[in-house]
Nanobody, 125 residues
Framework: QVQLVESGGGLVQPGGSLRLSCTAS????????MGWYRQAPEKQRELVAT???????NYADSLKGRFTISRDNAKNTAYLQMNSLKPEDTAVYYC???????????????????WGQGTQVTVSS
């Protein structure tokens, strides 16, 4: 089985920074894309950023320049560096892993998508 474990959320003042981490555990052979999504109260979940195993990135237009996604393929870990945080960045941030191949029960298995449990980011003075 595969699990995504997020860390790094918390309370930060406007203008501050946070770095989120997401590690995929399990006997993972390959993860094509990892990414971050967020969901604010009473709003739909939205894309923050994604990154492929080759390093290609995609960002929500409104977040370009403030947020940076990176990835360590050897550690099956994705990071989200968030700078110049604003109160409107307050949300639960979810890690996503897409197009996974992993080894379990004596065989290689494929899953289209996994989600983490989410980590709360609160930007407030």
């Amino acid at each position: 089985q595969v699990q995504l474990v997020e860390s790094g959320g918390g309370l930060v003042q406007p203008g501050g920074s946070l770095r989120l981490s997401c590690t995929a555990s399990g006997s993972i052979f390959r993860i094509n894309a990892m990414g971050w999504y967020r969901q604010a109260p009473e709003k739909q979940r939205e894309l923050v950023a994604t990154i492929t195993s080759g390093g290609s990135t995609n960002y929500a237009d409104s977040l370009k320049g403030r947020f940076t996604i990176s990835r360590d393929n050897a550690k099956n870990t994705a990071y989200l560096q968030m700078n110049s945080l604003k109160p409107e960045d307050t949300a639960v941030y979810y890690c996503n892993a897409r197009d996974l191949t992993y080894y379990s029960g004596g065989a290689y298995r494929y899953e289209y998508e996994y989600w983490g449990q989410g980590t709360q980011v609160t930007v407030s003075s």
